[in-house]
């Protein structure tokens, strides 16, 4: 048999046997072939992507549902990103990172402010975007980045530059701890005019992107890994109901957040700071971070959300 008719053959079993739901039989005495023979077509309509089949755990919703459940549920534009079951954690992660980079591309404008928070998440998302320049983008850092050893504004300066150059931007870093000792502290720095010059361009914005960290997650969150909180922060946090944050700012699993003390001495926006941005991208991967995904929907901090499928319908089951 000629490999073009071979083909069609394939596609002629494929299509009786996956769509119409035909036994083998029927398909070989419909085609004038022997069953074994229906077998090895069906096994050439698999292997040369004629037909493409994927199998999905009991009670898992597929992508598009599971969009449509989630925007329903917290009023969000969504995009779930497919997942295959013997994908890695960094693989989700990526394949997550590559879909919001094209978004926030999208949505980016000339003349314009974009604001950007750091983290794993976005690290990955901007070292997958593609270089397009933006004429008179700004990108400005949203939450401070030095922690207790001092370190920290190295390793976001370097994440900004990348987005700089991928988009021919120019950059407003935010040198201010991530977390003060003290609330006065930050007060009194907040007065200060080079900070409120910082603080006026994050007003203006008009696209923020970010991720949202989790105390445990599969490709660990930057914040909770790099020396920004003490054992003692942890354990007051997870007392106090704290399943994540966004911007470092934590989260309770409801959503709420102003009166978790470490809040007082955090130097990112607030939900309520995020609500008066037009458009707000969260991007999340790996089911541990379903839980403060939800806190931040509930909390109103995004519009746009892009998560893998795993981690989608982990975030549905949690309802």
């Known amino acids: 048999m000629r490999a073009d008719a071979r083909r069609a053959a394939a596609f002629e079993a494929a299509r009786m046997y996956y769509q119409q739901t035909q036994t083998m039989e029927a398909i070989a005495s419909h085609l004038g072939v022997s069953r074994s023979t229906v077998s090895r077509l069906l096994a050439t309509a698999r292997d040369e992507g004629i037909v493409r089949v994927s199998l999905h755990a009991p009670g898992a919703r597929r992508a598009g549902d599971l969009q449509e459940e989630i925007a329903q549920s917290y009023g969000v534009a969504v995009h779930v990103v497919p997942s295959v079951a013997e994908s890695t954690e960094r693989e989700r992660l990526d394949a997550v990172a590559a879909e919001g980079a094209a978004l926030v591309q999208s949505l980016q404008q000339p003349d314009?402010?974009?604001?950007?928070?750091?983290?794993?998440?976005?690290?990955?998302?901007?070292?997958?975007?593609?270089?397009?320049?933006?004429?008179?983008?700004?990108?400005v850092q949203l939450n401070g980045a030095i922690n207790p050893q001092g370190s920290g504004l190295g390793y976001v300066s370097t994440v900004l530059a990348q987005a700089a150059s991928s988009w021919g931007a120019s950059v407003h870093l935010f040198p201010v701890?991530?977390?003060f000792d003290y609330p006065d502290t930050r007060e009194a720095l907040w007065r200060e005019r080079s900070v409120r010059q910082v603080l006026a361009l994050?007003?203006?914005?008009?696209?923020?992107?970010?991720?949202?960290?989790?105390?445990d997650a599969e490709v660990p969150s930057h914040v909770y890994t790099s020396?920004?909180?003490?054992?003692?922060?942890?354990?007051?946090l997870r007392s106090d109901g704290v399943v994540g944050d966004v911007c470092t700012t934590f989260l309770r699993a409801d959503g709420s957040w102003d009166d978790v003390p470490l809040n007082a001495r955090g130097s990112g926006p607030t939900p309520a700071d995020l609500a008066r941005i037009p458009r707000r991208v969260l991007v999340a991967a790996g089911p541990r971070k379903a839980a403060p995904l939800r806190a931040a929907l509930l909390a109103g901090c995004a519009t746009d959300v892009v998560v893998d499928e795993v981690t989608a319908n982990r975030l549905v089951h949690l309802g």
């Open 227 to 236: 020396g920004y909180l003490s054992a003692r922060d942890v354990h007051d």
């Open 202 to 215: 994050q007003s203006r914005c008009r696209l923020a992107v970010f991720g949202v960290g989790a105390f």
């Open 177 to 179: 701890p991530a977390f």
């Open 112 to 139: 314009s402010v974009m604001g950007m928070a750091w983290g794993t998440t976005v690290a990955a998302l901007v070292e997958a975007a593609e270089a397009r320049p933006v004429p008179g983008l700004a990108i």
